[in-house]
T-cell receptor, first 112, second 115 residues
Framework: GEDVEQSLFLSVREGDSSVINCTYT??????LYWYKQEPGAGLQLLTY?????DMKQDQRLTVLLNKKDKHLSLRIADTQTGDSAIYFC????????????FGKGTKLSVKP | AAGVIQSPRHLIKEKRETATLKCYPI?????VYWYQQGPGQDPQFLIS???????DKGSIPDRFSAQQFSDYHSELNMSSLELGDSALYFC??????????????FGNGTRLTVT
């Protein structure tokens, strides 16, 4: 995804918090999403945030949106080994018919 | 809860053959999307349909075509297969269109291997 950028790797210890960052370039994007992909599996929708919000919390997940800097982050509290996966940030641009532009994905490794 | 169903799960074809991938959206979802994910790559949007009409087109090769049927399921037809077509093909579905559509939910994908 040339419009959405993420760091490729993140390694944390079990029980720590993980923060995965994403930058996007289209300030008119309406929704921003986080998907999780385990090896050989599909894309699981984790959470999403509308562009007029700056924070959304859902159990262990916290999404922060800085629209001025076009920066999105996903914080996973109390990271578990089962959280090891690739996390994709995706944006839905204003005027699109709903299709998403994905980042390259961040591979999260959780060490016991 | 019911999810997006894709079939087959795996498919092996030879160069120049054809392949058909099927997608059954979540009940009451009227929009389907097709994505292609190459090894180690992010998913790339191919094409989408809303109420059986093509709604958007991405980087879909001319050798590929797709349609959505009256029961909202969709099929992706791929002809003259090339080695570079080997990838994971995802279908996603949502309800509604544009600003009002619900989040996209993805199936588990079809892994196509072209030899």
């Amino acid at each position: 995804g040339e419009d959405v950028e993420q760091s490729l790797f993140l390694s944390v210890r079990e029980g720590d918090s993980s923060v995965i960052n994403c930058t996007y370039t289209d300030s008119s994007s309406t929704y921003l999403y986080w998907y999780k992909q385990e090896p050989g599996a599909g894309l699981q929708l984790l959470t999403y945030i509308f562009s007029n919000m700056d924070m959304k919390q859902d159990q262990r997940l916290t999404v922060l949106l800085n629209k001025k800097d076009k920066h999105l982050s996903l914080r996973i509290a109390d990271t578990q080994t089962g959280d090891s996966a690739i996390y994709f940030c995706a944006e839905r641009k204003k005027g699109s018919q709903g299709n998403l532009i994905f980042g390259k994905g961040t591979k999260l490794s959780v060490k016991p | 809860a019911a999810g997006v169903i894709q079939s087959p799960r795996h498919l092996i074809k030879e160069k120049r053959e054809t392949a058909t991938l099927k997608c059954y959206p979540i009940p009451r979802h009227d929009t389907v999307y097709w994505y292609q994910q190459g090894p180690g790559q992010d998913p790339q949007f191919l094409i989408s349909f809303y109420e059986k009409m093509q709604s958007d087109k991405g980087s879909i090769p001319d050798r590929f075509s797709a349609q959505q049927f009256s029961d909202y399921h969709s099929e992706l037809n791929m002809s003259s297969l090339e080695l570079g077509d080997s990838a994971l093909y995802f279908c996603a579905s949502s309800r509604g269109q544009g600003i009002n559509n619900s989040p996209l939910h993805f199936g588990n994908g079809t892994r196509l291997t072209v030899t």
